[in-house]
């Protein structure tokens, strides 16, 4: 399967998505894995220092999946632009009169992979603050 700007494209897209949905989602299971630990601490302890370690240990799962979705989607993402930027490199230096097009073609993508990675960001954010 010969792999051109497009698909190059679509995959970066797919694997940005399934990437930040499992970061999301392996998150939101860290929290409540912590939650049943504070929950279980609470019954013979001092029900509010548990609440402080709880407290502490999701501010820490939040900050760490927040990493691991910015690092993964960044790293991705500039690894598909490059290899965006070579098709499209490589298209040019096989037909130079198809350049206005093939450079057009070629900053959409990248415009759309670079949308994907701000997504990330954002889900990071939501991440930290709304978990």
Not at 42 to 64: H, Y
Request: proline letters at 1%; zero cysteines; a neutral charge.
């Amino acid at each position: 399967m010969k792999l051109t700007a497009k698909k190059t494209v679509l995959l970066m897209f797919a694997v940005i998505l399934m990437l930040s949905v499992l970061a999301f989602v392996a998150a939101g299971l860290q929290q409540q894995n912590v939650a049943f630990a504070a929950e279980e601490q609470a019954v013979g302890n001092d029900s509010q220092t548990a609440l402080n370690v709880a407290q502490e240990e999701t501010k820490q799962t939040k900050a760490w999946s927040a990493a691991i979705v910015l690092g993964a989607v960044a790293s991705a993402g500039a690894v598909m632009m490059g290899l965006v930027i070579v098709k499209a490199i490589d298209g040019i230096a096989r037909q130079p009169e198809a350049e206005g097009k093939i450079r057009t073609t070629m900053m959409l993508g990248l415009v759309f992979v670079e949308t994907l990675v701000i997504y990330a960001l954002i889900v990071a954010i939501l991440l930290i603050f709304v978990l």
